[in-house]
């Protein structure tokens, strides 16, 4: 796997790279004054991997971050259907791209590049859709069984 890696959290416990180790310095100091749960989690994950636990939510990898992947997967969702469910989750999106690298569990990079591929494949779908739409074949979504409709994709589009 080309994009493989794992995020700033696991780079000690994993790979023994200390570069990143100020950062989680910072967050279990802050973890003292306000919990943040994600330390335990991260560390659950950790001892998971080295251990050869594979499970259900047990994998690690940062590239591409599928946090931001699916928070602005949800964005694109409901922009054209709510204004303001847009900018919950426009604002959502925005709190999932810090957080993810401000808690270690992703380089800015990873959601970078998840956010570019996420954009690219909402677009292609969106194209595929109409050309099926437009050659009046595809999906069957539920109507009049002697009447079907196909899929709108007019949500898709920009």
């Avoid at 910072?26 to 943040?36: D, H, T, V």
């Avoid at 590239?63 to 694109?76: D, E, G, K, R, Y």
């Avoid at 677009?123 to 859709?129: A, C, D, H, K, W």
Wanted: hydrophobic share 50%; net charge neutral; with cysteine.
């Amino acid at each position: 796997m080309y994009f493989s890696s794992v995020g700033p959290c696991f780079a000690y416990p994993l790979l023994g790279i200390t570069d990143f180790q100020p950062l989680m310095a910072e967050l279990r100091q802050a973890n003292g004054q306000f919990p943040i749960m994600v330390l335990d989690v991260q560390d659950k994950l950790a001892l998971w991997q080295k251990y050869g636990e594979n499970g259900l939510g047990g994998g690690i990898t940062a590239m591409p971050s599928m946090h931001v992947s699916l928070a602005l997967l949800f964005f694109l969702a409901v922009r054209r259907i709510s204004a303001k469910a847009a900018w919950v989750f426009g604002l959502f999106f925005c709190v999932i791209c810090v957080g993810s690298v401000v808690t270690g569990y992703h380089y800015a990079v990873d959601g970078l590049v998840a956010a570019a591929a996420t954009y690219i494949i909402w677009v292609m779908t969106g194209f595929v859709l109409n050309r099926m739409n437009d050659a009046n074949i595809g999906p069957v979504v539920a109507g009049d069984a002697n009447q079907p409709r196909l899929l709108d994709a007019s949500l898709l589009r920009k």
